[in-house]
């Protein structure tokens, strides 16, 4: 297994939309090992392959609390079958947003199908906290960020935030080779 580097916003490569895997093969089923690998490091619930710049539609969650046993679930082409109508507000953060969080609502209940680790198709029905990763992760697949569904306003104020922190780091790394 292989840790990835999670790409952070803005970044161009995050607006993009993934394809569907054709079958979850040997290497689909290892990139789907690493995303998982990467997001335990990070560490978060939820992790898109175009967040580490691979345009499939993979996504990876585990939303069980600190102590419980691992529930990693890998998912490839997954599609929503149905959504409630009732929807609730959820705090939420991303990798590719570091240290950002809004309140963004979705549907509270959702049934999706998708294609597991070994190509078997699978559906589920989540709610709560599995239920807002794994719609903000398919987000993702289609080149949509958390932000996107709150004011421009604050969108602005915190893409401003994350350019500003990259010219920073980057300018940091320059330092420290110039100084080596
Ligand atoms: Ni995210």
Redesign the pocket.
């Known amino acids: 297994m292989a840790l990835l580097d999670i790409i952070v916003a803005p970044d161009p490569r995050l607006k993009k939309h993934a394809v569907p895997v054709e079958r979850v093969d040997a290497s689909t089923a290892k990139l789907m090992a690493d995303m998982l690998e990467t997001m335990y490091e990070a560490p978060g619930v939820?992790?898109?392959a175009p967040?580490v710049g691979v345009l499939k539609r993979i996504i990876v969650v585990d939303t069980v609390r600190e102590g419980g046993a691992p529930q990693p679930r890998m998912m490839a082409n997954p599609e929503i079958l149905w959504a409630s109508e009732e929807t609730k507000p959820h705090e939420e953060g991303?990798?590719?947003?570091p240290d950002e969080y809004e309140m963004v609502t979705r549907p509270d209940r959702i049934k999706v199908r998708y294609l597991d680790e070994k190509n078997e198709t699978r559906t589920i029905e989540a709610d709560g906290l599995l239920a807002v990763v794994i719609q903000?992760?398919m987000d993702?697949l289609k080149g949509v960020?958390?932000v996107d569904h709150i004011s421009g306003l604050k969108r602005s104020i915190i893409l401003r935030r994350l350019t500003k922190q990259k010219k920073l780091s980057k300018s940091a790394r320059r330092h420290a080779l110039e100084s080596a």
């Open positions: 939820g992790l898109a967040q991303c990798l590719s947003l903000h992760e993702h960020l958390f």
